[in-house]
């Protein structure tokens, strides 16, 4: 009979990988360990995202290459502060809950939005403004409009400057309207809600107001949806402007 091959054990591993196997798994429950006591910083984290996504153009937030027909005004970008950061987590949560006990999430929204010059909050008219007038006799409207004037008041930092701009859609208001068209409604819309603001506090030396009327839709006025986003009040957020840098920036120009 043929004599049977007899099966070779396997060589063990090398002593040394044994070794090294021990130490690469110390080290990992070692950084693990590091981590685990370590304290995160949200607002660097926030910041780094936030310049990724300006620098690659694709993360939410990213610098848009098409120039937006929104952009109306060219000021001077906000400085993203704590103070700041601070001021927009609280406008949010008053937007949340206005939201949530008054709109049940059907209809216009009002929406907190960031712009290349600053942020703003939008105020769709439907639910501020009854047709074709600018008085605000909604208590759940001007209950928001007071409360966001209390954060203005306590949170905002005193180199913001705020614009409250009135939109309309390009339907003439109708006949019994006190105003004889859009211009005329949208400026007043505008001037109501900075009323309310002054009177709630916030200081006038911050605040502006102006009228676009129906030349800046943000939606199409041929369907009944599209002209309700159109007609809005938006308060925006910018910071102050150095006035000797632009009047250097204008005598340069003479020049």
Known sequence: MAKKCKCECPECMPEWLATFGDLMSLLLCFFVLLLSMSTMDAKKVKEAIGSLAGALSVLEGGTQTEVSRNRIQKATPIERTDETAQTVNRLSRAIAEFKQFTQGGKGPQITLEEGEEGFYIRLPADITFAPGSAQINNQDSLLFLKRIAIIIKEYLPKNIDIQVRGY??????????????????????????????????????????AAYGPYHPIASNNTPEGRAKNRRVEIWFFAKKDKEKIKQSVLDKVK
């Open 168 to 209: 309309t859609d390009n339907q003439p208001p109708p006949k019994n309207s006190p105003y004889r068209d859009n211009w005329e409604l949208s400026a007043a819309r505008a001037l109501a809600v900075l009323k309310i603001l002054i009177k709630d506090g916030v200081n006038p030396k911050q605040l502006s107001a």
